[in-house]
């Protein structure tokens, strides 16, 4: 039983729905390992729900993730470190893997490892008051998990900036790089994510898991696209799909997710 995560598939007669991951660690959501790996297993478990078409994850209106439970981090030797490193890194990239589209709903503050987690959603929506950043330097530490992800999403200059200063971003400068999709006022973050969410309750799922599997193999995405394109002449969607379009043109299509 999840302590600190919790999975909300909200009720309605749509075949395929919006989970919410909701972050509950108060009062500030800070990530330790126990919350990063219930992040994780929760993850796995809406990948494996057919019944899931998007995935929003969210902490609640006065806080996404101020950071890194630096508490915890502070008693770890090197050994430790070292044997932590991997896991925690896979935790903290489980939106990443995901085969839905993903979307961060960010209030109040999102940092370090918050931000790193939010980093692999394929969208972030903030409040116009949120701050952002990635303040591990400041402690001593680096992102493990957010270094590439920011880099490719913003440029290596601007990356490095953030990353070696450790400063907040502000809402203006985190949308002009590119950090963040959309501005909203705070009280509308959850719905404006939910609402880009639930445009794909519809859509062809697989076809989505082949695209986003085709952006998540970087630079071997060109023979990626190879694979995931010519698997879906196996899956019901695209004949669904193709038919429809040839008969009635695009947005015309019923599709059934397989």
Request: proline fraction near 6%; glycine fraction near 10%.
């Amino acid at each position: 039983m999840a302590e600190f995560v919790t999975l909300e598939l909200p009720e309605g007669d749509a075949a395929r729905r919006v989970a919410v991951l909701r972050i509950d660690r108060p009062p500030l959501n800070l990530l330790n390992l126990q919350l990063a790996r219930e992040l994780s297993e929760a993850a796995d478990a809406v990948a494996a729900d057919p019944t899931v078409a998007a995935v929003m994850v969210y902490g609640d209106e006065r806080v996404f993730s101020a950071g890194d439970d630096l508490a915890e981090l502070a008693v770890l030797g090197a050994a430790q470190a070292r044997a932590l490193a991997a896991d925690l890194q896979g935790h903290l990239g489980c939106l990443a893997r995901l085969p839905q589209p993903t979307v961060a709903a960010i209030s109040g503050y999102g940092l370090g490892a918050g931000l790193e987690l939010a980093l692999g959603a394929d969208r972030r929506i903030i409040g116009d008051n949120v701050k952002l950043g990635l303040p591990q330097i400041k402690a001593g530490l680096i992102p493990l998990a957010g270094i590439r992800r920011l880099a490719l999403l913003i440029g290596p200059g601007p990356a490095k900036d953030l990353v070696y200063s450790g400063r907040f971003v502000e809402p203006a400068e985190a949308l002009a790089l590119g950090l963040v999709d959309e501005v909203v006022p705070p009280d509308d973050v959850y719905t404006a994510a939910l609402r880009w969410a639930q445009q794909f309750t519809a859509a062809p799922a697989r076809a989505l898991a082949a695209a986003k599997a085709v952006f998540e193999a970087g630079p071997h995405g060109l023979d990626r696209a190879q694979t995931e394109w010519s698997d879906l002449f196996t899956t019901e969607d695209r004949r669904i799909g193709t038919e429809s379009y040839l008969a009635n043109g695009p947005g015309a299509a019923a599709f059934v997710g397989r």
